[in-house]
């Protein structure tokens, strides 16, 4: 390796430090957890607590440039001419590019003869000739201080004509196409069973979600430096390092192997992170200056750049018998896509697979569509799909409820789903279903302690410390709801993780280009080569993309694809170890076994520690995994489209000023299907975090949008849960159901209690106020009983 | 620039009229970063210990620094002299900006949903003004109107607040049980020696109002004397719920919210003026109520 960067770039080699052993074990001394079903910390958890941890907005590198990117002002809006020659005339500006500078191909989404766009997509990097949404990038610079950078893209000069914004999604259809690919991404029809069924009580909702954005508190940064072989090497905290490669490659005309992704630390990702238009740009620039850009992006602009949640909006209708079971379900599920397509046809799947939850019925009618607009672009958010459908079931069966005359509870019993039950697309569920259980669990635990049996001061009035709040106007509510999520690609996509474990002396070494962008991989790695090879030392290798495929870190699929890796290529390794071992006792490499650091034969009576065994030896091994196949669904939305299921329930207390119509959650009771707990610790925290984001999205996150113009955009606008607006999360139960096809028969837990949540907390404020609560975030109007 | 003394400030203000000071500057130094505003220099307050107090004056007067801090006045013993500006400095924000931000700033600053101005405007207080030699007192609302603005060069350096030794409260609607911005807010005094009430509406316009024939109105309702007594309500609740109604009538135009550039004369209140006044007269029922209590 010639490349300079290796010894001029902090980050890599800092966060290979922060996730050495050493650092690790040190504060915990030699009682560190050890395995699969401890608890051990984190290793970035301490720096990242101390604030040393290096993210990619603390890159460095050796006569670095700035780079700053011009958005588009209009929603919606042709460009005539673009000048450059003022910012090009500043001192200290080496570059501007536009479109014109890209390679002519995939990104030019202008065209109308297109090609198959590949990795692509329908997304420009740079605006050419049409600006889509708010905040479109549309030309870059590269300066050598921020400051000229973004004085430079303040004077390029943009001749726009303003086009009509198209921002309500129900006029989509009709409205004159946005772009060549049109504007419905794609229309989902699901069809299942009897049309001309109809029940006894009939209940019928329209419900709203608003626009969720991931909003990172680490916004989008990244380094790129050229390459002496004309490539280029990116520092990015991508969640996709292959993917981004693949892709930021075809953008520039580049072969993929000339473009080297490195991941940095990434500081939050419930969603996406770095947008192709961010890398592709900053990779452009290195190119053009030859020399090292760096680039972070404002807050304002982190909101403009990254994929939301899809806002949506969903009619039902429930059909029920006089007991409440139900009988068919019609849905209507319409999701604003924004401005590009990105993974909206993915999520569209899941609202329309689980557009019934986790329940029984035998009549399924669904027409969905995702369709383009000037908003926005939406994309990947934990439980993408299936947490828009999950508010709206949940509120319909609260409704069916109420009208023959149940408890929430009981309606949820009659029709709940189980293993073996088949779910409208025709998907048998075969892996564990335990929805009942998990009902139960969360229903039998203890309720949060009234006020009225505190001390006036412990209790935290709706509107906070100091606020208006009244107690004679405070309701008490309490809310049920269940819900369901996919894990790993849906629809027949290729799920594949490698993993390379490498042991010498007596430490062990994970690569695996599986990025832990928060969800734990990176520990639990660790606890599945200790668990197998019976080594306390495991270092997990910084990513990047020159390691083999790992896939991105999104559905939850790293515990299972990368984990069944993992796990594989350590159990190789176990062979190699013990083979010669078990060849010296006499007897087969199966009657040994590897526990609290010895090798012990069956009876117990030969046996060696491990550290013995490895000396002098450097044994490796790669191993892929791959789950079983899935299809499309079809024209009637029938298929096995899903590698498996996790389920959860939740139970949400909450706290009503029905006068001012402020809510706040007091307490949320969860009971999640975690197949097996792996690490009980983390699983804790990442319910805690889901249900965070749920509360979020209930209450309080809502990015608006003025005719196609963002109105929020900072943090100021947007708001964001804190402390005192998130509940206590109580973990009723972690149902431990094996899933026997799944690596370790675990399941994916960060998406579901982020699904779940807002249905929980909307059914409990339901319940505090008896009004209908059609809409996320509730408004405190939507709350205020008259 | 950092004056370490008033007087070095006041001149160093006089010297280069286009600099803008900067006390906690939580509201500046957004605006700076994100790139609003480019001042050509800025006089930094900090240092300035004198203003960061308060101090008695004779007739029953607090002067009130204006680099006083948020969370210095959510201490006891300010919250003992002054309740409703103490609770306005509670709820203005997360620690890390009541640590900072200041009396002054928030005045200066005048933003619409700024928590202390509907105190300040309920308590009549008033502000120096000071230039190199001159100082001049001016009453806080005539500053936030506009009636009578701050001159080029001028610092403002105290907060005159009169000591009322009476029940106060500052209520704040939002959103949410953590720290943010008000929907609506409302400042409430008691001043018992005039028989009268003051009242101010923050957020819903941008300045505080005063709705003084509800204020008047109120105090012929209330029985003073029974004010404080065990048992003996100093107020029928049907008149304090009409206050609260007379008050969000009286502050919240019909056409709130709506579009004012269409220039359609509006046929009745608006939702979102209905919605506004719902908040405002909850917020001066519960502000009278606990006043009372």
């Keep these: ?786 | 620039m950092l004056p370490t003394s008033l007087d070095e400030a006041v001149e160093a203000l006089a010297a280069s009229p286009a600099a803008v000071p900067v006390a906690g500057g939580t509201d500046l130094m957004e605006a700076v970063n994100a790139g609003r505003l480019r001042p050509a220099a800025l006089i930094g307050l900090g240092r300035i210990t004198e203003l960061r107090g308060w101090r008695y004056e004779d007739g029953g007067t607090a002067v009130l620094g204006a680099g006083l801090t948020l969370a210095r006045m959510d201490r006891p013993d300010f919250a003992a002299l002054i309740p409703a500006l103490a609770d306005a400095a509670r709820t203005a924000g997360p620690p890390q900006t009541r640590n900072v931000g200041t009396l002054g700033g928030n005045i200066a600053t005048a933003a619409p949903a700024g928590d202390t101005l509907p105190v300040l405007a309920a308590l009549e207080a008033s502000v120096t003004l000071a230039r190199p030699g001159v100082t001049r007192e001016v009453p806080v609302s005539h500053l936030l109107t506009g009636l009578d603005p701050m001159r080029p060069g001028e610092l403002l350096t105290w907060v005159r607040v009169p000591l009322l030794n009476a029940p106060q409260v500052f209520l704040k609607a939002t959103g949410r049980s953590g720290p943010s911005r008000a929907t609506a807010s409302v400042a409430l005094v008691l001043d018992p020696a005039r028989r009268a009430v003051r009242c101010a509406v923050g957020a819903v316009a941008p300045v505080p109002l005063r709705p003084l024939e509800a204020e008047a109105w109120v105090a012929g309702c209330i029985d003073w004397d029974a004010r404080g007594e065990e048992g003996v309500p100093a107020i029928d609740p049907a008149a304090a719920a009409a206050f609260g109604e007379y008050v969000a009538s009286a502050c919240v135009p019909d056409g709130y919210g709506g579009d004012a550039a269409s220039g359609l004369p509006a046929e009745g209140p608006t939702a979102e003026a209905l919605r506004l006044r719902r908040t405002v007269a909850v917020l001066a029922r519960r502000a009278l109520g606990r006043a009372l209590k």
């Design chain 1, 1 to 786: 390796m010639t490349s300079p960067t290796d010894t001029t770039l902090a980050p890599p080699d800092a966060a290979a430090e922060s996730s050495s052993p050493e650092d690790a074990q040190s504060p915990s001394g030699p009682a560190q957890p050890f395995g699969l079903g401890s608890s051990p910390l984190r290793t970035d958890a301490l720096p990242k607590a101390l604030g040393i941890y290096p993210f990619a907005a603390d890159l460095w590198a050796e006569g670095l440039l700035w780079g700053a990117v011009l958005r588009s002002p209009h929603p919606h809006a042709r460009i005539v001419a673009i000048d450059t020659a003022a910012a090009l005339a500043i001192p200290g500006v080496h570059a501007v590019v536009t479109a014109a500078d890209l390679p002519a191909g995939p990104q030019s989404a202008d065209g109308s003869a297109e090609e198959a766009r590949g990795p692509v997509g329908d997304r420009p990097v740079l605006a050419a000739g049409v600006v889509r949404h708010h905040g479109e990038p549309v030309a870059a610079v590269a300066a050598d201080h921020p400051d000229t950078a973004r004085l430079a893209a303040a004077s390029i000069v943009v001749e726009y004509e303003v086009l009509d914004a198209l921002t309500d999604p129900e006029q989509a259809f009709h409205a004159p196409p946005l772009h060549p690919d049109g504007n419905l991404f794609r229309h989902l029809p699901l069809r299942s069973g009897d049309p001309e069924v109809v029940g006894e009580v009939i209940v019928e909702g329209l419900y709203q979600v608003g626009r969720q954005d991931p909003a990172p508190i680490g916004a989008e940064a990244g380094l790129a430096v050229p390459r002496p072989d004309g490539g280029v090497e990116l520092h990015l905290s991508s969640t996709d390092p292959h993917g981004d490669r693949e892709r930021t490659a075809a953008c520039l005309g580049l072969e993929p192997d000339r473009v080297r992704l490195v991941v940095t630390g990434v500081p939050g990702a419930t969603a996406d992170r770095e947008d192709l238009s961010f890398q592709v740009t900053l990779a452009l620039l290195a190119l053009r200056t030859g020399r090292p850009v760096k680039m972070t992006l404002t807050r304002e602009e982190s909101f403009q750049s990254h994929a939301t949640r899809h806002p949506a909006l969903l009619r039902y209708r429930h059909h029920a018998d006089a007991q409440g079971k139900l009988l068919k379900v019609e849905a209507q599920i319409l999701l604003d896509g924004g401005a590009y397509a990105d993974v909206s046809a993915e999520a569209l799947a899941a609202a329309t697979a689980f557009s019934v939850g986790p329940y029984v019925c035998p009549n399924v009618f669904v027409d969905a569509w995702a369709v383009r607009t000037n908003n926005p672009p939406a994309g990947r958010m934990r439980g993408e799909g299936a947490l828009q459908t999950c508010f709206a079931y949940e509120s319909q069966l609260d409704q069916l409820a109420a009208r023959i005359g149940v408890e929430p509870l009981e309606i949820r019993r009659r029709n709940v789903l189980a293993t073996g039950d088949a779910m409208p697309t025709g998907q048998a569920v075969t892996c564990p279903a335990p929805v009942a259980a998990l009902l139960d669990a969360v229903a039998t635990s203890p309720l949060p302690a009234l006020p009225m049996d505190e001390p006036d001061t412990d209790w935290l009035l709706p509107g906070g410390p100091g606020g208006a709040g009244d107690p004679s106007a405070v309701r008490r509510g309490i809310g049920y709801a269940v819900g369901m999520v996919h894990m790993l690609g849906a629809e027949g996509e290729d799920e594949v993780s490698t993993a390379t474990v490498r042991v010498s002396g007596d430490h062990a070494t994970v690569i695996c280009a599986a990025v832990d962008s928060g969800q734990g991989f990176a520990t639990l790695a660790r606890q599945i080569v200790q668990s197998v090879l019976g080594v306390a030392e495991v270092y997990v290798a910084p990513v990047d993309s020159d390691q083999s495929i790992a896939g991105p870190s999104a559905r939850g699929r790293h515990t299972w694809v990368s984990g069944g890796a993992v796990e594989r290529a350590a159990l190789m390794v176990r062979h190699q170890l013990l083979q010669p071992i078990a060849a010296n006792f006499g007897m087969s490499v199966e009657l040994l076994s590897i526990a609290d650091g010895k090798i012990t034969s069956y009876d117990g009576v030969l046996g060696m520690p491990v550290t013995e065994a490895l000396e002098g030896k450097e044994l490796w091994a790669t191993a892929q995994c791959r789950p079983h196949p899935t299809e499309p669904l079809d024209e009637a939305g029938q298929g096995d489209a899903f590698v498996s299921i996790a389920f959860c329930a939740m139970r949400a207390v909450v706290d009503v000023d029905i006068e001012l119509g402020a809510v706040r959650v007091v307490d949320v009771t969860v009971a999640q299907d975690v197949g097996r707990a792996l690490n009980p610790g983390q699983i804790e925290d990442r319910i805690e975090a889901g249900v965070a984001q749920g509360v979020g999205l209930a209450l309080l996150e809502d990015l608006r949008t003025s005719g196609g113009l963002l109105v929020n955009p900072s943090l100021t606008g947007y708001r964001l849960p804190t402390a005192l607006d998130t509940p206590d999360v109580r973990i009723a139960a972690l149902l431990e159901e094996r899933d026997v096809v799944a690596t370790f028969g675990a399941k994916a837990v960060s998406a579901v209690p982020a699904v779940v949540a807002p249905a929980a907390i909307a059914a409990a404020v339901r319940a505090a106020t008896g009004l209908p609560v059609g809409r996320l975030p509730i408004q405190p109007e939507d709350a205020v009983v008259a």
